[in-house]
């Protein structure tokens, strides 16, 4: 009796595996279709052009100094909270593009014949450095307060090359295999 | 590339745009008046811009197309302006007489009807660096009214 149960365990065990793997497999096919309608792991050129502006204005000195020499303290804090909301959602966003290119890349990857350990190697540590500073930036921002915000423009401008940089890695299809095919 | 037969060719929109500049543009008060005018005329159902003159001078598609381009350029310009900018375009649409300074105060403080004057499709950074600028620009501009009012 016991021998029947355990064996009924273990083909509900197998046949919920398989439809969790063929849901998985669905799931990331249709990943992968949704990528290549809207593009979105890639920043588009319209956002691209105005890239250092933005910077300029949400981490630079400018808009800070204006407001510290001509407003009053209530005006300070609403500009410091204002400032602060937007670099976290600026980093926020920074970090979805990373991750939507991340996925499409590991689905991509999945269904090549031929992978290039090194290159996804050299790409994973890519993707965790880049995800480790703009998290680092994040807690400056979160635990020092606007005021930390101050001059950040580098750092800001680095993290955001970085992930230009990674998101061509891993576009490019010789980048892990010449034989990659979308199934 | 070809163009379509119904696609408006960049002559023909670069001529509307400069007409829309000089005619249109160009009267209004600063580039706060500018860009609520250019939101006003798209359509808040289908997202689509029209305008009567453009329309009758050159044809729909172009209209359509040159009042998304201006409405883009001038508020990518705005948004993207050294926030002292943003208060003087601001100072300047609140003293231009199109309703009384405490009601646009009162109201866009509390309504914040400016939310809607950002063009479709536009980075959304841009657009909540927008919405913040102009709500701290009334911040400034609300207090130095009132000032103003005391004295």
Known sequence: MSGTLTLFAIGFFLIASLVYLLRRRGSEEEDVRWFRDRDLAIPTAQFEDHRKEQLDRIFGFEDWDFIRNSTSNRIQQLFLKERKAIALSWLSQLRMQARAGMDLHVARVRASEELEPLSELRLAIDYYAFLAKSGFIAVIVLIGGPMALRGMVGQAESLSNNLRGMLRAAMEPQGFSQNTRIR | ?151
């Open chain 2, 1 to 151: 590339m070809e163009l379509r037969p119904d696609q408006p060719t960049p002559v023909a929109v670069e001529d509307a745009l400069r007409d829309l500049q000089n005619r249109t543009l160009a009267s209004l008060d600063g580039d706060f008046a500018r860009l609520v005018y250019l939101a006003s005329t798209r359509d808040y159902n289908s997202g689509r811009y029209a305008h009567d003159g453009l329309n009758f001078r050159f044809t729909e598609p172009v209209a359509e197309r040159v009042l998304a381009k201006a409405h883009r350029q001038v508020f990518v310009s705005l948004a993207l302006s050294p926030l002292k900018i943003v208060v003087t375009h601001l100072e300047q649409y609140i003293r231009s007489g199109c309703a009384r300074p405490d009601e646009i105060l009162a109201s866009w403080g509390e309504l914040e009807p400016f939310r809607i004057l950002a063009p479709e499709y536009d980075d959304p950074i841009t657009v909540k660096l927008f919405i913040s600028n102009v709500r701290i620009a009334l911040a400034i501009v609300g207090a130095s009214w009132r000032e103003n009012q005391r004295h």
